[in-house]
């Protein structure tokens, strides 16, 4: 079954500065990519996906690119904000949803 | 739009007792519901999937004579937990998608504390 990886596990930034948080799939057949963002007490909210034919997707101040070749993707958060702090996962998919670890992220005002 | 909602938000129960938690898709028709398991400070562990009209189908490791499921509708799911005891205090989230394979829309998630 497929198997997601994803570094690191804390990070912690400065208001304004970029996080980047990249996961690893090992089943080539996975073709669609979801980053969530999970809050305190909450449930995962879908931030921005990206699908197998597509390199590079960005949404505002989130970006997400895939390498397929090498069967990794990164979620790329610039100009951070208190409000970005929380859990994020990723996931790859093919028959079924497998998450990745999750990163705790902190943005210090 | 994609919006999933669960009840209840948090429940307090005695050992031995059962425990019912609904979750349902507002606005769209879900094909598919999943229920996941999330312990403190770790990741979703799917604990089975859902489609509906028929049989839940199990994660490896998971009662399904202790974890009920049905799939009523196209737009409720429940999930219920028979017996329980102190260890299935956990955070329980459902999911739903609206085609197979397309995104996961997730509910807020039910704290289950059993005492």
């Known amino acids: 079954g497929e198997n997601v990886e994803q570094h690191p596990s804390t990070l912690s930034v400065q208001e304004g500065d970029s996080a980047v948080i990249k996961c690893t799939y090992s089943?080539?057949?996975?073709?669609?990519f979801p980053w969530y963002k999970q809050e305190l007490g909450k449930g995962p909210q879908l931030i921005i996906d990206?699908?197998?034919?597509?390199g590079e997707k960005k949404d505002q101040r989130i970006a997400v690119t895939l390498n397929k070749t090498a069967k990794h993707f990164s979620l790329h958060i610039t100009e951070t904000q208190p409000e970005d702090s929380a859990v994020y996962f990723c996931?790859?998919?093919?028959?079924?949803?497998?998450f990745g670890a999750g990163t705790r992220l902190t943005v210090k005002p | 739009g994609a919006v999933v909602s669960q009840h209840p938000s948090r429940v307090i129960c005695k050992s031995g007792t059962s425990v019912k938690i609904e979750c349902r898709s507002l606005?769209?028709?879900?094909?598919?519901m999943f229920w996941y398991r999330q312990f403190p400070k770790q990741s979703l562990m799917l604990m089975a999937t859902?489609?509906?009209?028929?049989?839940?189908?199990?994660e490896q490791g998971v009662e399904k004579d202790k974890f009920l499921i049905n799939h009523a509708s196209l737009t409720l799911s429940t999930l219920t937990v028979t017996s329980a005891h102190p260890e299935d205090s956990s955070f329980y989230i459902c999911?739903?998608?609206?085609?197979?394979?397309?995104?996961?829309?997730f509910g807020p998630g039910t704290r289950l504390l059993v005492l």
């Open positions: 089943d080539s057949a996975s073709n669609y």
């Open positions: 859902s489609n509906e009209g028929s049989k839940a189908t199990y």
């Open positions: 990206i699908r197998s034919n597509v």
């Open positions: 606005d769209f028709q879900a094909t598919t």
């Open positions: 996931a790859a998919t093919w028959n079924d949803m497998r």
């Open positions: 999911s739903a998608e609206q085609r197979e394979g397309e995104t996961q829309y």
